[in-house]
Each structure stands twice: as C-alpha cells, then as structure tokens.
C-alpha cells in the first residue's frame, strides 16, 4: 500500500511565499543590475573659472549649479578640449586631444556651418548608441552643417535641436534653429526682431527629451550657447535683479552691422546699455536651467539613477562687451579664450551622481575633455574605442583606488601664430608663435607653487623644457584640413 504524505498547510504557505519572494527578488536584482545610468553632460559656452558663486563669484547668483558641487564632485585640476569652440567638442566628441581630433579649429562654411567632422571617426554619442542609449543633443553645434557627415545625425544623436552652425549662434534671437534636418522658423525674429529668446525654446526641447525617454537609458548632450557674446537677455526679473545691482552702465557701443533690422552682419554682437547686468543674467540662466534639469529628473524618479557633468568650453571671453576683469571671471588663473594659459583651458568641472559620488567630495585628478568618452562608456557598459587618447575618471568618481594618470595633457591652438602646450604633473610649458616667429618661444611654470604662470622659469630648466618641447612634437599628428607645423602648411598651399 502506498503511504499518503500529508504537507502542513502553513508549511505550504510558507514554501510558496518563499518562493514567489525569492523570484521577485531575483527578478528585481536583474532589473537593477540591467539599468543603465542616464548620462547628462552639460557645457556652458565661455563660462570662466571664475564665474560660479561657490568658486568666488561676488555678483552673480548660481545657486543650482552651487548645490550640484554641495552634492557632487568638484574637479580641481579639469581641463577643456581646447581653448576655442569647434575643436574643443570635437576632442569632447571623439576622446582625441587637439594633435589628434579631426576638428581642430573653427573653420567656417559659407553660408551657414562649419567644416564637417568626418562619419567614419567613432564619437561619444555612437559609442552610447550602440549600448542602447537614446541620444540627444541640445544647443550649439559647429562640427558640420546639415546633411553634410558632420551633422550631428550622422555622429550618434538622433535628436539634434538648436543651433547648427557656431557663427549663427552669436545671436540669441536668430531667425531660425535646426530640429535634425528640419529648419525651424522662429516667428517674429527674421533677423529684424527680437521676441522668440531661442535658449528658452532650446531649454523646452531639452526637457521634452527627458520626458519622452523617462523609460529609456539616455545620454543627453545640452551645450549650451550662454554666455557666449553676444549679450543678451530678456527683459525679466533675472536681469532687472542685475540691473538694480548694478545701476547705471558705461554701454557696451553699436557698431556697424551689430543691430538687428536690414543691415544686421549675423556673426557680429548688438550693442546693449547695461553689458554687465546682461552678462550676469546669462549666467544666471544657465543656471536656471540646470534647475529646471534637476527639477525633471526628481518629477520624473530618475534622480538616483543620472550622472550630470557640467563644465565650460574654454576660459572666458573678452567679446562683445563682456568684461571678465570686471568678475574676476579668470579666478586665480592667468589668461582667457584663446589663450593656452589655465584661464584659458582650464574648466570649473562638477560631477553629479546621487548615491554613488560622494556629496561635497573634491578631486585633484588631472583630467581633460578627451576623458569623458572613455568615462561615460565605463559608466554604460560600452566597448570603450581604440586609440583614443582618454583614460576614464570612473574609478575616482567612485573613490576607488585603480585611477589611472595622465603621463601629460597637450593642447594646440591655430591662431595667433599658433601655440601649443603640455601639462605633465606639475610642469606646464606654453610655445607660442609655432608658425609665427622663426624661433617660437617655450614658457615653462610650476602650477604647484604658481597656479597663476606668472614666473616663466624656463630659462633655469632647459632640460625639462627640451623634454617637453618633444612631447609637443610627438602629440601633433598632421592634419590636411587644419595645417599648424611651419611644414604642413606650406605643403597646404
């Protein structure tokens, strides 16, 4: 005869809710473990050292990117891609410093644009693509005008909106902005007015994407145009705070073809009456929409799970009527855009990530543009390309020990007589006139006893010059488009 096994009927509800919570906790690990971080990086344009209230600033409010460093990471020893637009993003782009990346200068593209960066060259936005990632970015682009390989389509963003070309982007009420191949007409500027403020319209867009991919792992590229010359800000109660502060104003002069109406020259800048109050309440915007950003991801549940890195361009600007020794935009740091002097490379960069960096944290790592891509794809799980010349700062935003250094940094600039420079631990050499002058100039300053480069020692240290004069040669690759050696662009002609 068979024997009947009788299962006490709490040990069966028992069993059976062990087991169901056993799947559901393994079904809720998987999901965590599948989630991929959502990845902001947003670039103001010429925004100095300087200019941020938690570094210094005296009149300038930015409490919402002060918060991000009060809950984040301050990098301390950030470096931009270069000291001008087009190849500081390409270097961002591509993970490529300046002797390397394709785009090196702002090389203009008659009627609207700039020269394209090639298709077959593997950028950020391809790498975060392939990974799953929606792209999108938003701002100002300059790397290739639609339809050409450079537009931003063809480099990994399926979402382009804002301005296409750097040179329109002088203007804050352009008569049109770009959404992927599609020109948007921005009714009652036409180049005469100014009443569509197209930062505010780029903004809503910008957070239109966060809400169509509140689902999906996304990487969001936000460059934003401010506070790049020209000055302009609406008249709210941002700038009437800044006007009250600041009274009356020496004007910032009209010159020919800077206003807006028949003869307006769209690369120029307006003249405004109250420059500083102006610039001011540039900054302060980009703050606001920083907030706005934090504001969404906390409505949408995704603050937990995004990494936002904010940075500048380059150093700050002298254009237009904005006036950087008036804010100390430099900070301690000698120099401006343009320059290859720390005030001119050097970038007030936050990390931002809630729950995995460490809140108030500051880090003395030297890093650079070209470190992000790297970066970011350790972040997603991506295949990070070969041959770039970034080497990922995950480790340090998590506080592990594993960092792996710069042997140096190298910048070249193709203005002004062309100028390189290195970075290597302490030592900094600028070259200036590398095409200008039969016999260039190398500048050499220790940053750990003078962050302002104020004592040029070089003239004590020539073997350490010869060495970094080598390492200046050896990081320049040769460029057909942008010649910089005497010898290239001889050849070029």
């Not at 999906?216 to 800000?233: C, K, R, Y």
């Not at 941002?238 to 009250?244: C, G, P, T």
């Not at 003078?450 to 003239?459: N, P």
Request: charged share 25%.
């Amino acid at each position: 005869m068979l024997k009947r096994y009788f299962i006490p009927l709490t040990f069966l509800i028992i069993s059976l809710s062990a087991l169901f919570t056993s799947c559901t906790n393994k079904e809720e690990k998987t999901a965590e473990v599948e989630k991929k971080t959502n990845i902001i990086f947003i670039l103001a344009d010429d925004l100095g050292y300087g200019d941020l209230a938690f570094l210094g600033q005296q009149y300038i409010e930015t409490p919402n990117i002060d918060r991000l460093a009060k809950e984040g990471m301050f990098f301390t020893n950030h470096y931009s891609g270069a000291t001008v637009c087009a190849p500081s993003r390409s270097s961002f782009l591509t993970g490529l410093h300046t002797g390397h990346t394709p785009i090196r200068g702002n090389r203009e593209v008659q009627p609207e644009g700039q020269y394209p960066m090639p298709d077959s060259v593997a950028t950020v936005a391809k790498v975060m693509e392939s990974a799953g990632y929606k792209t999108g970015a938003f701002g100002k682009w300059g790397l290739g005008f639609v339809g050409t390989t450079g537009d931003p389509n063809q480099q990994g963003f399926e979402q382009f909106y804002g301005y296409n070309c750097q040179r329109y982007a002088h203007r804050y009420y352009p008569a049109h902005l770009w959404h992927n191949s599609d020109k948007i007409i921005l009714e009652g500027n036409e180049w005469l007015n100014k009443e569509v403020y197209a930062p505010d319209v780029i903004q809503k867009e910008t957070i239109s994407f966060l809400e169509n991919n509140k689902d999906n792992p996304f990487f969001l590229f936000m460059p934003i145009v401010m506070p790049h010359a020209e000055l302009a800000a609406p008249d709210d109660e941002v700038f009437q705070k800044y006007r009250a502060k600041f009274g009356d104003e020496v004007p910032h002069p009209a010159g020919k073809g800077t206003e807006y109406g028949p003869d307006l020259n769209i690369s120029a800048y307006q003249s405004h009456p109250y420059p500083h109050a102006a610039f001011a309440a540039m900054v302060e915007r980009i703050d606001l929409y920083v907030g706005e950003v934090l504001a969404k991801l906390d409505e949408l549940g995704l603050t937990e799970n995004t990494l936002i890195i904010f940075a500048s361009d380059n150093g700050a600007h002298q254009e237009g009527g904005a006036d950087p020794d008036f804010f100390d935009s430099n900070g301690p740091y000698r120099g401006h855009k343009r320059d290859l002097y720390e005030g001119g490379v050097k970038t007030p960069m936050i990390a931002w990530w809630p729950g995995k960096i460490k809140a108030g944290s500051q880090s003395d790592h030297i890093s650079a543009f070209w470190d992000l891509l790297p970066t970011f794809a350790d972040v997603a799980g991506a295949t990070v390309p070969n041959g770039i010349d970034g080497i990922s700062f995950l480790p340090t935003l998590l506080e592990q020990e594993d960092q792996k250094e710069h042997e140096y940094l190298y910048w070249e600039f193709h203005e002004q007589g062309g100028k390189q420079a290195v970075r290597q631990g302490k030592w900094k050499a600028v070259k200036l006139q590398v095409f200008g002058s039969e016999n260039p100039r190398i500048e050499l300053y220790d940053l750990s006893v003078d962050i302002g480069e104020e004592h040029d020692i070089a003239a004590d240290n020539p073997e350490k010059v010869k060495e970094l004069e080598a390492l200046m040669n050896a990081s320049h690759e040769p460029n057909p488009i942008f010649g910089f050696l005497p010898s290239e662009r001889e050849a070029a002609k």
